[in-house]
T-cell receptor, first 111, second 115 residues
């Protein structure tokens, strides 16, 4: 167990639907990052939050949004889902200037 | 923004041989370079990292070298074992000294170690 908790582990939904992925960072970590990993693809950076504020944004679609709450947990909202959104979504956290620790991921399947 | 290129995409070696994976980065301001190992169906896990004030770092059978001038860094695995088989990702980021920047990953190298 890495200390980064992601829920749900698996999610199957239909095109056009909306889902929310949740991440609880390791205790004490202020930064939360979201990455998307499609089949046989690398890790695409989506967005980073630091202590509740958006810090950096990567290749995140306008249909996707995220936030980090006062208790430091984060949610990634994916709307108007398309088949191509099927992927493994990883959350990672770090205390600041140290290494990223990844959660186990949420596997999203859009049918 | 930062762009990280990683080669090769696949690498097959015999058990006991060495494996080398190479990465280049584009942003000369990047100063933190970790390597992650991802086994099938599992999360990426950090195996070694290096900062720009260091040229080489070793941890048992694993070593990483950094050439800041060429914007190039490499992972070296010696005496490979079947359990080293996995996908390896290099990454680069700018460490702000109190709040780490986002990691930009290479596309990964699938290493297969044949017994």
């Amino acid at each position: 167990d890495s200390g980064v908790t992601q829920t749900p582990k698996h999610l199957i939904t239909a095109t056009g639907q909306r889902v929310t992925l949740r991440c609880s960072p390791r205790s004490g970590d202020l930064s939360v990052y979201w990455y998307q990993q499609s089949l046989d693809q690398g890790l695409q950076f989506l967005i980073q939050y630091y202590n509740g504020e958006e810090r950096a944004k990567g290749n995140i679609l306008e249909r996707f949004s995220a936030q980090q709450f006062p208790d430091l947990h984060s949610e990634l909202n994916l709307s108007s889902l398309e088949l191509g959104d099927s992927a493994l979504y990883f959350c990672a956290s770090s205390p600041g200037a140290n290494v990223l620790t990844f959660g186990a991921g949420s596997r999203l399947t859009v049918l | 923004g930062e762009n990280v290129e990683q080669h090769p995409s696949t690498l097959s070696v015999q058990e006991g041989d060495s494996a080398v994976i190479k990465c280049t980065y584009s942003d000369s301001a990047s100063n933190y370079f970790p390597w992650y190992k991802q086994e099938l169906g599992k999360r990426p896990q950090l195996i070694i990292d290096i900062r720009s004030n260091v040229g080489e770092k070793k941890d048992q059978r694993i070593a990483v070298t950094l050439n800041k001038t060429a914007k190039h860094f490499s992972l070296h695995i010696t005496e490979t074992q079947p359990e080293d088989s996995a996908v390896y990702f290099c990454a680069a980021s700018l460490d702000y000294g109190g709040s780490q920047g986002n990691l930009i990953f290479g596309k990964g190298t699938k290493l297969s170690v044949k017994p």
